[in-house]
């Protein structure tokens, strides 16, 4: 069995400012089952960085362990690519951005590989502002290893065995805001309209960008009494805003009924034009965020949507003031200023 895809597409393909197909943008064909909810994220960032026109090459992803940490070879094929260890994609996209500033930062991880073993380096992440879109596919569950709950299993859930979840659940969303997260969006992966915009604008943010997505499980947690299966998010899914992003020079092609209405400017000018639906709701106001994911909680729903966005972020490279080139183009004789100039650096630190 291959799972190479056919070279064959339709000739008529539409084609984005580069020249390039989505064809451009894809991977290998999945493995996942059938169904599974990480294909369609896979699907919406495909989408997203064939619309944003980015060059493949410039593009480079990581992973951790899990069902959705497979999912990077299944886009952009032609991006750099590394997959890292249970937990630890967090440290290995700091390294890389450290050393490259030049490349555009996508982390994808799970519920399992955030929220569990790689909690202290989602936390560190944030904190520091790494200029990185972390993708969660939130399932609630350990697909890998046959279905058990995972940290964001919602008390009282119930898993395809019929267990009970007796425990609260972690709120990705809710932590990335009180940690200070520059960029926060909750999705569904049924809701590509809501995803691919989203993904849009996170790409096209100076900072760190989360965005939770939930990605039901079709073999162990799409059963009835789970709160992260298909039918339970489409019956309780509460958006923030319709929403659609607009790169700079380009005209806004969203059309948006009745509402109050909001036009986020991002730091290279794109814009993300918000019809805003939740009431009492600022996506540049943090507190009125976590009131508004709160709120929602309280009513059984899921919140999706642009949570909140500071368009004027500083990111990791800023706040360290470290040089405007990528570290991997510096030469030996920039990085070693001589003994006279070290001693001097030595002495102002005794």
């Known amino acids: 069995m291959s799972y190479v895809r056919p070279k064959f597409r339709h000739p008529q393909l539409p084609k984005n400012k580069l020249g390039y197909t989505t064809r451009e943008y894809e991977g290998s064909l999945s493995t996942l089952c059938a169904g599974c909810g990480h294909d369609s994220i896979s699907t919406a960032i495909v989408q997203a960085c064939f619309e944003l026109s980015l060059e493949p090459h410039r593009v480079a992803k ?48 799970g519920d399992g590989d955030t929220a569990s073993i790689g909690m202290g380096q989602f936390v560190h992440a944030v904190r520091r502002n790494l200029n990185l879109v972390y993708i969660v596919m939130n399932n609630g569950c350990y697909g890998l290893t046959k279905g058990q709950d995972s940290a964001t299993a919602d ?47 996170a790409l096209s943010h100076n900072g760190f960008a989360l965005i939770n997505v939930i990605s039901p499980c079709v073999t162990f947690n ?99 003031q470290t040089s405007k080139r990528p570290l991997n183009s510096l030469h030996q004789s920039e990085l070693s200023p001589g003994n006279e100039k070290l001693q001097k650096i030595n002495s102002v630190l005794r």
Not at 72 to 90: C, D, E, I, T, W
């Open 62 to 109: 990581l992973s951790g362990i899990g069902c959705s940490s497979k999912t990077p070879a299944y886009f952009l094929g032609q991006s750099h690519g590394f997959n890292s260890v249970h937990g630890r994609m967090p440290s290995v996209a700091t390294g890389a951005y450290l050393a490259n500033r030049d490349l555009i930062y996508i982390g994808i991880s």
């Open 155 to 201: 008390v009282g859930s119930k898993s395809k065995a019929g267990s009970v979840n007796p425990f609260e659940a972690i709120d990705l969303a809710g932590m990335a805001l009180e940690l200070g997260a520059t960029f926060v969006a909750q999705s569904f992966s049924g809701d590509k309209t809501q995803l691919v915009p989203l993904i849009k604008a």
């Open 222 to 320: 799409n059963n009835p009494g789970s709160t992260k299966s298909y039918d339970f998010v489409r019956e309780h899914m509460d958006a923030t805003a319709t929403m659609d992003f607009v790169p700079l020079q380009s005209v806004i092609s969203a059309e948006y009924g009745e509402g109050t209405k909001t036009v986020v400017t991002m730091h290279d000018g794109s814009k993300l034009a918000l019809n805003k639906l939740e009431a009492e709701w600022d996506p540049s106001d943090r507190v009125s965020a976590v009131r508004a994911l709160y709120n929602a909680r309280l009513e059984g729903e899921v919140l999706t949507g642009l949570l909140f966005v500071d368009s004027k972020s500083t990111e990791l490279h800023d706040i360290m």
